[in-house]
């Protein structure tokens, strides 16, 4: 069977599933590389040179993973499956360039390696519990998606302009909310998503965004958030996902006022929180860095 074209096009029915030619190139190497080694090929799913971005690895090796998961619903055996292609040269060369060597682009991802658990997980952290809030965050975020627009890395001064339109934004915002707390809490919650986002899109060398974000950290935590109806283990479970997930480190050191604001009676269930998410991240191998978080957030709170 003719084996060139792009790895998202399907390559077989079998089980009651398709395969695409991405599934073809991971069994082949499976077979041929690996000797049926699942846990094997995994491990070599990872960046050649300390400069690769890990994230485009991470969709390989959960691919790997949503395609065993796969067989094993058809209760198919790779070997079965591939047949006599494993011994076709052009394929292996080929799966072995694709499954090993070259780095994903976007368009040749699969939705496994798209939707990885630090893709989920870190969206999630950003805005997951909004819906809970007695007034979404979600509303007050659209009132800044306009003033982000594009990435502005070229203009290193862009970050002045762009920190004083959203403070511009936010204290308009702030006056019309009537110093409601459950307004205020939904406004100062979506504008810490909306300054994570604007620093993906300027070189923040200044620190000017990062001061504006260190603003409305401290704001936050002096909003009234019992008095807003919300349920304590929301409102934690969202903060605290929230810093786990923040790369930038606007966060670090500035976490001493909401630690000190825990009551006597919420002790326990901020640690529970917090252990409930690192307990999700062990399941990750790849999410090391934020489990580690979640630990250095239990001992600021026992501290």
């Known amino acids: 069977m003719p084996y060139t074209g792009g790895g998202l096009e399907s390559w077989c029915q079998a089980g009651g599933q398709e395969f695409t030619r991405w599934d073809l190139w991971y069994l082949v190497v499976l077979l041929c590389d690996f000797d049926d080694s699942w846990d094997a090929?995994?491990?070599?799913?990872?960046?050649?040179?300390?400069?690769?971005?890990?994230?485009?690895?991470?969709?390989?090796?959960?691919?790997?993973?949503?395609?065993?998961?796969?067989?094993?619903?058809?209760?198919?055996?790779?070997?079965?499956?591939?047949?006599?292609?494993?011994?076709?040269?052009?394929?292996?060369?080929?799966a072995r360039t694709k499954v090993l060597e070259q780095e994903l682009r976007e368009a040749d991802k699969t939705a496994a390696m798209r939707e990885t658990p630090r893709r989920v997980l870190s969206a999630r952290a950003l805005r997951g519990q909004w819906d809970l809030f007695p007034v979404s965050p979600a509303a007050y975020e659209r009132l800044f998606s306009g003033e982000i627009g594009r990435p502005r890395y070229e203009q290193r001064?862009?970050?002045?302009?762009?920190?004083?339109?959203?403070?511009?934004?936010?204290?308009?915002a702030d006056r019309a909310s009537g110093s409601v707390?459950?307004?205020?809490?939904?406004?100062?919650?979506?504008?810490?998503?909306?300054?994570?986002?604007?620093?993906?899109?300027?070189d923040d060398s200044y620190g000017v965004v990062g001061d504006l974000f260190g603003e409305v950290l401290n704001e936050y935590f002096t909003i009234p958030w019992q008095s807003t109806g919300i349920e304590p283990e929301v409102y934690y479970r969202?903060?605290?996902?929230?810093?786990?997930?923040?790369?930038?480190?606007?966060?670090?050191?500035?976490?001493?006022?909401?630690?000190?604001?825990?009551?006597?009676?919420?002790?326990?269930?901020?640690?529970?929180?917090?252990?409930?998410?690192?307990?999700?991240?062990?399941?990750?191998?790849?999410?090391?860095?934020?489990?580690?978080?979640?630990?250095?957030?239990?001992?600021?709170?026992?501290?």
């Open 157 to 172: 001064d862009a970050s002045f302009a762009l920190s004083r339109r959203l403070n511009a934004v936010l204290k308009k």
């Open 41 to 94: 090929l995994r491990a070599s799913l990872k960046p050649q040179w300390s400069w690769q971005p890990a994230e485009g690895w991470e969709g390989k090796r959960y691919h790997l993973i949503d395609l065993r998961h796969r067989l094993g619903e058809a209760g198919l055996d790779p070997a079965d499956l591939v047949g006599d292609l494993a011994q076709d040269k052009r394929i292996l060369r080929k």
């Open 181 to 202: 707390p459950a307004a205020r809490l939904a406004l100062y919650r979506a504008t810490l998503t909306a300054l994570i986002a604007a620093m993906d899109t300027v």
């Open 238 to 303: 969202d903060f605290l996902n929230f810093v786990v997930w923040e790369d930038f480190g606007l966060t670090y050191h500035r976490l001493d006022p909401f630690f000190r604001a825990v009551a006597p009676e919420h002790i326990l269930l901020v640690d529970a929180v917090l252990r409930d998410i690192r307990t999700e991240l062990l399941l990750y191998e790849e999410l090391g860095h934020q489990a580690d978080e979640a630990l250095t957030l239990l001992g600021e709170l026992h501290s």
